[in-house]
């Protein structure tokens, strides 16, 4: 397959590399997907070996993979940006101080691993277990780290909303 020239192979693959935008949905970012599809097809044809089986079998599982892929990358980077989003709106109740206002949350009752949490895990989105790896901690302390400020938050919260 090698042999061939790139622009003959992306002729011939260029009906399905449509095929499979269009049955994916994948049509709102159609450049970037078809720029990922023929990544795909470039990697094919330089990793394509006979004896595993026919080319355009590998090209057709490559390709759709590769859409695949980038699809969940765009939904991941989309679920992160809202994640910012929403927590840059109320980013301002957990670290501005209002002594008025009842429905701030005073971070400074909270332990150092507790801020931690509330910082990597709430506003950064960070998982557990990133925070606990960058920590070089367990993911239960950070659970333990969780479960603590949580009730010191809820206790304030209902303090605060009784005054």
Request: glycine share 4%.
């Amino acid at each position: 397959m090698q042999d061939a020239s790139f622009e003959r192979i992306v002729d011939q693959y260029t009906p399905l590399i449509k095929s499979q935008i269009h049955k994916l949905n994948l049509t709102t970012n159609y450049p970037l997907y078809e720029q990922a599809a023929l990544i795909a097809l470039w990697e094919c044809v330089m990793n394509y070996r006979d004896d595993k089986g026919s080319f355009s079998a590998y090209a057709y599982l490559k390709i759709r993979g590769k859409l695949l892929d980038e699809r969940r990358k765009e939904i991941r980077t989309a679920k992160k940006l809202s994640l910012n989003a929403d927590w840059s709106e109320h980013e301002e109740v957990f670290c501005a101080p209002h002594p008025n206002d009842p429905h701030t949350f005073h971070l400074t009752s909270l332990t150092i691993n507790q801020r931690k949490w509330v910082d990597q895990v709430l506003l950064k989105g960070h998982s557990l277990k990133s925070v606990a790896a960058a920590e070089g901690v367990s993911v239960e302390a950070v659970k333990s780290w969780r479960k603590s400020a949580l009730v010191k938050l809820r206790k304030q919260g209902a303090t605060s909303l009784s005054t």
